[in-house]
Nanobody, 121 residues
Framework: VQLVESGGGLVQPGGSLRLSCAAS????????MGWARQVPGKGLEWVSG???????HYPDSMKGRFSISRDNAVNTVYLQMNSLKPEDTAVYYC????????????????WGQGTQVTVSS
């Protein structure tokens, strides 16, 4: 299993970014995927999850601003982030999401290397 994130960078508050995660080494279409982030000085935080059938889940704090999607034709999962805030500054990771599919970091299996997102003016 290999997961490679891209799309991070520096963005001004209120701006948008779309992160991508390219997957290889497994049958992507049959796996459930998710995103997590690590804010500087804090622990890992569960950001979103998407089942193989496209159903999505978010923590209440991120509903409406973040959107996870997937394109099984190109083995890629995306995270669209809008109305970004300085507190969204973090390293963002994609991962495989595994049973029992709680909105917890512990249910993420294989991880990518992460991509840095910095929200600052």
């Amino acid at each position: 299993v290999q997961l490679v994130e891209s799309g991070g960078g520096l963005v001004q508050p209120g701006g948008s970014l779309r992160l991508s995660c390219a997957a290889s080494g497994f049958t992507f279409s049959s796996l459930d995927m998710g995103w997590a982030r690590q804010v500087p000085g804090k622990g890992l935080e569960w950001v979103s999850g998407i089942y193989s059938d496209g159903r999505t889940h978010y923590p209440d704090s991120m509903k409406g601003r973040f959107s996870i999607s997937r394109d099984n034709a190109v083995n890629t999962v995306y995270l669209q982030m809008n109305s970004l805030k300085p507190e969204d500054t973090a390293v963002y990771y994609c991962a495989t999401w595994e049973p029992p599919y709680r909105k917890l970091i512990e249910d993420f299996g294989s991880w990518g290397q992460g991509t840095q997102v910095t929200v600052s003016s």
